[in-house]
């Protein structure tokens, strides 16, 4: 693989995986192609800008023009689809741009690959029989766990809120196109990622955030919501061997077996920070402050990982305790930075 179109590679999974692919493969160009709305920065790409193998393009996935162009261009031959609106908070206010990005984008970059890779269905053109289309989702297209079972592969869909009904959507177009074309699709379904450079507005860098400034941590309902916790450099060590490696075809959930529940993810937090920058106002754990559950709170995620773990040889390096400590580091030099 030489020329990869990678999307959304200013947001926070997305800029990771450039950096470890860059890191890792180097006979590999990549492309990053992001509309920069509020989830990507470029100050997130700031480790690898100056890398001649990386070029950014600001640009739309759902501009089928752009992107056409851009595979013509570049001779694009793999695509690694990060791009998505991600926020279920936000699916909730304001749904439309869920439906539009994550379904109508992913078509888009979908038709395009069938366009530029395939003569017909299920013939590739000549020169064309490397390309890959690795496709992102997530673990909340199957809905919610009660307090027993894993998701795996074969799990039925049921998604319970507007982000994931179009990340479930966008799946199963890789699904119909792998299926009705032939087109070189695997897609990956992951656990909840945590690490540097994550949105403001999620969870973990919430927490650290508030806590800093003295404000209260908005926990959830009663808090014992639960998640599988990926730490974000594993996940994408995970999508590149899935992209490198993964049946064509085949979906592969990549999860941290690292399951906790939000209101331990808080408390642990604040212990962490009592240690690390303590307070002189007391116990941060004392700003914990329980807030009217969202609707259609998912209980539980939690991911069987066997089949990426055997198939392909993958390993988390990092469980939860290790992950949560550089983590916060991480958040605590950047506000501190900000002050």
């Not at 074309?181 to 507005?201: D, I, R």
């Not at 959930?253 to 529940?261: A, C, K, V």
């Not at 807030?291 to 939690?302: C, E, L, M, S």
Request: aromatic share 10%; net charge negative; with cysteine.
């Amino acid at each position: 693989m030489s020329k990869l179109l990678v999307t959304g590679g200013a947001g926070f999974i997305g800029s990771n995986f450039i950096a470890t692919a860059l890191s890792e493969n180097f006979g590999l160009s990549i492309i990053n192609l992001d509309l920069l709305t509020y989830a990507g920065c470029t100050a997130n790409t700031k480790a690898f800008s100056g890398s001649n193998r990386y070029r950014f393009v600001k640009g739309d996935i759902r501009d089928r023009g752009a992107v056409k162009q851009l595979f013509r261009d570049h001779a694009i031959d793999g695509i690694v689809h990060f791009a998505a609106e991600s926020h279920v908070d936000n699916s909730i206010t304001g749904p439309e741009n869920f439906i539009t990005t994550n379904i109508n984008g992913t078509f888009t970059l979908l038709d395009i690959a069938r366009e530029e890779w395939l003569e017909s269905p299920h013939k590739i053109k000549p020169g064309k029989a490397h390309c890959r289309f690795l496709h992102v989702s997530t673990d909340e297209v199957y809905g919610s766990l009660g307090a027993e079972g894993l998701f795996r592969e074969d799990s039925p869909y049921a998604p319970n809120s507007p982000y994931s009904a179009s990340k479930a959507s966008s799946d199963m177009l890789g699904r119909a196109y792998f299926h009705t074309y032939g087109l070189p699709v695997v897609t990956t379904n992951c656990s909840n990622n945590y690490g540097p450079l994550q949105h403001n507005e999620k969870l973990i860098p919430t927490i650290i955030r508030k806590a800093l400034s003295g404000q209260p941590i908005p926990i959830y309902g009663d808090g014992m919501n639960v998640r599988d916790w990926l730490y974000v450099t594993d996940h994408c060590k995970g999508i590149m061997l899935a992209f490198q490696e993964g049946r064509l075809g085949e979906t592969y959930n990549i999860g941290g077996r690292n399951e906790r529940n939000n209101l331990y993810i808080a408390q642990r937090i604040c212990e962490i920070l009592d240690d690390m920058a303590p307070s002189t106002s007391g116990a941060y754990s004392e700003l914990i402050t329980f807030v009217t559950d969202r609707p259609g709170h998912d209980q539980r995620y939690a991911i069987d990982a066997t089949k990426i773990e055997t198939e392909l040889g993958w390993k988390a390096a990092e469980n939860f305790e290790t992950g949560i400590h550089k983590t916060v580091a991480h958040y605590l030099q950047k506000y501190r930075n900000h002050e």
